[in-house]
């Protein structure tokens, strides 16, 4: 099941990733109403709340593997079960920040992961993400949707090596607070359980 809107084209001219990632969107995954609001540790500026989505329709079954959750269904009957892994991350009063999905691509051999972060976020400051004390990795927020705004990457190579090894992935991004002002949000993956559960929704 596709993402029910066009995806713009990238700088080197291909769709974005999410767009073929089975199940991503259409299980009601999109951040929740109350995301607005910086990180109780971080005290920043965050962005404004996104809009809930609409209930999911699609019959979906899940695994836990630690701190990821595996999600498996049909996209249409008659499809074959199709799986993808995701972890919310919440502030201290429960109001989510992001979401993390992990799927596979048609036609490649390499996984994608998708992070979704509320509506409101600073589009110029970009999305970061960095593994343990590694270098941060510069992302480009690719699309918002009514629910949510992605940034996405191919897990390939060194990257979903040092994603296996590691502790806890860190993304950050910037949002305006109600005066007006932009601070920097920070939200930390667990990557407990990372491995286990990229090999289930692998096969």
Known sequence: MTLPHRLPVTRAGKAPLAGRLALLLAAG?????????????????????????????????????????????????????????????????????????????????????????????????????????????????QVCTPGACQAELLLEGELVGRLKAGTKAIVTYAGRNPQGQVGRAQADLSLLGFTAALDRIQG
């Open 29 to 141: 995954c999109i951040l929740g109403a109350g995301a607005g609001g910086a990180p109780a540790r971080a005290q920043q500026a965050a962005p404004e709340a996104a809009s809930p989505p609409p209930p999911a329709s699609v019959p979906l079954r899940e695994e836990q593997f630690q701190a990821w959750t595996v999600v498996c269904g049909t996209p249409s009957e008659g499809a074959p079960e199709q799986c993808e892994m995701r972890q919310r991350i919440t502030d201290a009063e429960g109001n989510p920040r992001l979401m993390a999905v992990v799927g596979t691509v048609p036609n490649r051999a390499e996984p994608a992961m998708v992070l979704l972060m509320p509506l409101g976020i600073y589009l110029p400051a970009g999305v970061s993400l960095q593994i343990d004390d590694g270098p941060a990795l510069p992302l480009e927020v």
